[in-house]
Structures are given as C-alpha cells and as structure tokens.
C-alpha cells in the first residue's frame, strides 16, 4: 500500500538534483531563516532542521539560522503556534506524523492550515536493538513476539497509535504476526526513545534509519532490518525488511518544512529556491551521507497532492490495523 509513495518519493530524487543543478549559484538567497522544531533534541525533526540549518549557512545560501525546540501536544504546540503567530521568517520542519496525527485528531489542524514549502528528505525506518539484547535478528525478534507479545515492547520517539507505532505493526502483520498485540512504549522524541532502548526499558525501538546509523557505526545497536526497497549503501550488511521476513515492506518518512499560513508568495518562492540551491552542495552532502537520508524534493503544488495522496493511503492503512 505504501509502495506507491516510495515511488514517488523516488521520481522526486531525480527532481531535486535537477533543481539543485540548475539553480546553485552560489549567491545568498535569505538573510536569517529560524527553524521551528515541533519534538526534542535528537529526534528525527531536531536533525532535519539542524541539518539543513548547517547546510544553508555553511553553503552561504542563508546568512543566519536560528532554532526553536517545541515539544508538545504529539507537535500540535509547535503547528498552533505557527499558525497563530504568522511569523514570515519562521520555517517548521515537520515529516509523514503530520498526516498521521490530523487524521486521529490529535491535534485540529491539519497540513492545510499551513503553507507546504517543499518535501526535502526521506529517512527509511528500522527496528533497533541495543547491542548487549540476546535478540541477533529480526527473526529472533519475531519468535519471542510470537511467543509472547507482552514481554517484547517496542518503543518509539512518537505517541501510541503514531507513525513508529505503525511501522512496527506494519512490519509485525507483513511478517505474519498479530499487528495489534504491538505493545508500544511512547517518548517524546526520538533521542529520548533511544535512551530508553540503551537502558533496557524496552526490547526494541521503531525508529528512522538516520537516528540509528551512528549509534550503529558505533556499535551500540544492531539494526535488525530496513523498510528499504533495496540495501542501502550505507548499511550493506543490513537486510531489507522483506529480505529479514516481513514481506513487501517498504516505508518512506519524508521530511520537509511548513510556513506560516499566508505566506506572500515571494516569501514561499525564496524559501523554496534556498532549499533548492542546497541540493548541489557539498556541504549539504556531508550532511545527508551522515545521516543515511535520501534527497527528495517536492515543492509548492507538487508537495500538497503528494501530501493529499500520502493522507488517503495511510488512512487506509491504519483502518486497515485498526489505528482509525
């Protein structure tokens, strides 16, 4: 069901280096631009933002970048505050939770009650555990699963019923298991669900490959599987989820950046053009080799029917797992 949004996602790689080619000029395209970051430190959105921060600045498309971590109501806090402020120089990276959680309400506003700026990256997602964990594989993960669901919890940096919460259902029905035993354990952000995995309060976490690559370099945890069409480069030794037993898995969380509603159009269109200059960096490389993330870029109309195609399809999904 998600494989249609992989290919999307993969026509949009060829997009982005086509842009980034065509418009890296060289010249700075905004004074400041402030990163609004809906979780906490370590988490997937926190990177993102910084990440591209970095690239802007040391590239010299952005003078300035500044960052604001608002942790808060599954990133409704951050997504009101945007709204209500109207701040103009304020970019808010957000990814496919957005969907997710306007979908089960969890907060009342939705990607429409922004301005969609582009969709800049996509991060795979993995299952992890901790490097002293008896389980080697996604099949020993699998048996003590079967064996007895309640005894395996499997945490993520997003709310129960959230996009790590479906990953792991999703890749626990493709396996054959019951998707609804999941006994998930929320945090708020992705750097605090990795502490949790570390000091052993949960068997395993649902996480996106770029927050586990370095800790797994390091060798403080094992990736037992990637929701990756192929093996990435990155992680040769690492099995596809389908290779591992999860069949036909494939799971993409793009990433990319909202604006205050109303946003002058000349305002979205130096947004849009900053982000795309980036692209033919290689301060931007550096950034996205180290985080194992692919380049996508889905600008302006482009981002909402992808976005609009992304909300029917999940939505199906997660009726079909019984999360709607």
């Given amino acids: 069901m998600l494989k249609a949004l992989t290919s999307a996602l993969c026509a949009a790689v060829v997009s982005a280096a086509a842009i980034g080619a065509a418009q890296a000029d060289g010249h700075q395209v905004m004074d400041k631009v402030h990163f609004l970051i809906p979780g906490g430190a370590?988490?997937?959105?926190?990177?993102?933002?910084?990440?591209?921060?970095?690239?802007?600045?040391?590239?010299?498309?952005?003078?300035?970048?500044?960052?604001?971590?608002?942790?808060?109501?599954?990133?409704?806090?951050?997504?009101?505050?945007?709204?209500?402020?109207?701040?103009?120089?304020?970019?808010?990276?957000n990814s496919t939770p957005i969907v997710i959680r306007s979908l089960q309400k969890v907060f009342p506003q939705s990607f429409r009650d922004l301005t969609p700026i582009a969709g800049t990256i996509?991060?795979?997602?993995?299952?992890?555990?901790?490097?002293?964990?008896?389980?080697?594989?996604?099949?020993?993960?699998?048996?003590?699963?079967?064996?007895?669901?309640?005894?395996?919890?499997?945490?993520?940096?997003s709310v129960a019923g959230g996009m790590d919460h479906l990953v792991a259902a999703l890749i626990?029905?493709?396996?054959?298991?019951?998707?609804?035993?999941?006994?998930?354990?929320?945090?708020?952000?992705?750097?605090?669900?990795?502490?949790?995995?570390?000091?052993?309060?949960?068997?395993a976490l649902s996480t996106g490959f770029g927050?586990?690559?370095?800790?797994?370099?390091?060798?403080?945890?094992?990736?037992?599987?990637?929701?990756?069409?192929?093996?990435?480069?990155?992680?040769k030794d690492t099995p596809t989820c389908d290779e591992a037993g999860a069949t036909g898995v494939e799971f993409v969380n793009w990433r990319g950046f909202f604006a205050a509603p109303g946003l002058p159009a000349d305002k979205?269109?130096?947004?849009?053009?900053?982000?795309?200059?980036?692209?033919?960096?290689?301060?931007?490389?550096?950034?996205?080799?180290?985080?194992?993330?692919?380049d996508i870029f889905n600008q302006g109309e482009d981002f909402v029917s992808f976005l609009e195609a992304q909300e029917a399809q999940i939505g199906g999904l997660m009726r079909e797992l019984g999360f709607l």
């Fill in 172 to 203: 626990m029905k493709s396996a054959g298991a019951d998707p609804n035993k999941v006994k998930y354990i929320p945090y708020d952000a992705g750097g605090k669900a990795m502490a949790g995995l570390l000091s052993g309060e949960i068997k």
């Fill in 122 to 157: 996509g991060d795979y997602a993995t299952l992890v555990v901790g490097k002293d964990s008896p389980i080697k594989d996604f099949q020993g993960l699998l048996a003590a699963y079967n064996t007895d669901p309640r005894n395996v919890a499997i945490g993520g940096g």
């Fill in 268 to 294: 979205a269109a130096a947004f849009r053009s900053a982000l795309a200059k980036m692209y033919d960096t290689p301060e931007w490389a550096a950034v996205r080799d180290r985080n194992g993330w692919v």
């Fill in 211 to 235: 927050e586990a690559i370095e800790l797994a370099r390091q060798g403080e945890v094992r990736i037992l599987c990637i929701t990756a069409p192929a093996r990435l480069d990155a992680r």
């Fill in 42 to 93: 370590g988490g997937g959105w926190d990177g993102t933002a910084r990440g591209t921060g970095e690239a802007l600045t040391k590239s010299g498309i952005v003078g300035a970048a500044s960052y604001e971590n608002m942790s808060g109501g599954g990133g409704g806090k951050a997504i009101a505050h945007i709204i209500e402020t109207k701040d103009q120089g304020t970019l808010m990276v």
